[in-house]
């Protein structure tokens, strides 16, 4: 069965330290990946997407991805968290015309330290 | 500007309770989607729908059922709510026959005392 997997479940960060959380999908088909986010007492919303072409996905607030076909992952990157990053973090996968079923990850916890 | 809005932020019923939890998108979206999440087991897929009465089971539908009888709305229904469908719920919609990003609602924290 198609599964998703985040790395950590809970990342405490200092402010301006880099950030990666690693996701990895099991479906060995082509994908959509996505990475959405939730801060504390507001909607879940998209952070980026992958779809195809440049595997090196840039998104909002400075996050980037990358898709590594060869690993199954795609991991969520920044350079430099701030304060307003805290929150959660939820990798999703869809086979690409295979449905409309996403698989969602269980969610990395970020919290950044002022 | 994607708006999906469900009925309720909070909701408290007891076991045994019927219990509707309403979604309602904007924006003419053909797919639909009910998910619960969970601490620890991100969201899981209870049911979706990819057109008017149209609905498939996700990957957790025992003790669910949905209604889908407009585009724009679609119900999520605990026919006999138990403590272990204290939850939160989210809805989504997004386009097309492919699956694109999903837009979600801000949720529905349901307690089932």
């Known amino acids: 069965a198609q599964s998703v997997s985040q790395h950590n479940h809970h990342v405490i960060l200092s402010e301006a330290a880099s950030l990666e959380l690693g996701c990895n999908y099991s479906?060995?088909?082509?994908?959509?990946l996505f990475w959405y986010v939730q801060y504390p007492g507001q909607h879940l919303q998209l952070l980026l997407k992958y779809f195809s072409g440049d595997p090196l996905v840039k998104g909002i607030k400075g996050f980037e991805a990358e898709f590594i076909k060869s690993k199954f992952s795609f991991n969520l990157r920044k350079p430099s968290v701030q304060w307003s990053d805290t929150a959660e973090y939820f990798c999703a996968v869809n086979r690409k015309g295979g449905g409309f079923k996403t698989i969602f990850g269980a969610g990395t916890r970020l919290f950044v330290k002022a | 500007d994607v708006k999906v809005t469900q009925s309720s932020r909070y909701l408290v019923k007891r076991t045994g309770e019927k219990v509707f939890l309403e979604c309602v998108q904007d924006?003419?979206?053909?797919?639909m989607f009910w998910y619960r999440q969970d601490p620890g087991l991100g969201l899981r897929l209870i049911y979706f729908s990819y057109d008017v009465k149209m609905k498939e089971k996700g990957d957790i539908p025992e003790g669910y059922s949905v209604s889908r009888e407009k585009k724009e709305r679609f119900s999520l229904i605990l026919e006999s709510a138990s403590t272990n469908q204290t939850s939160m719920y989210l809805c989504?919609?997004?386009?097309?026959?492919?699956?694109?990003?999903?837009?979600f609602g801000p949720g529905t924290r349901l307690t089932v005392t």
């Open positions: 924006m003419d979206h053909e797919n």
């Open positions: 989504a919609s997004s386009p097309g026959t492919n699956i694109y990003e999903q837009y």
């Open positions: 479906y060995g088909g082509t994908v959509n």
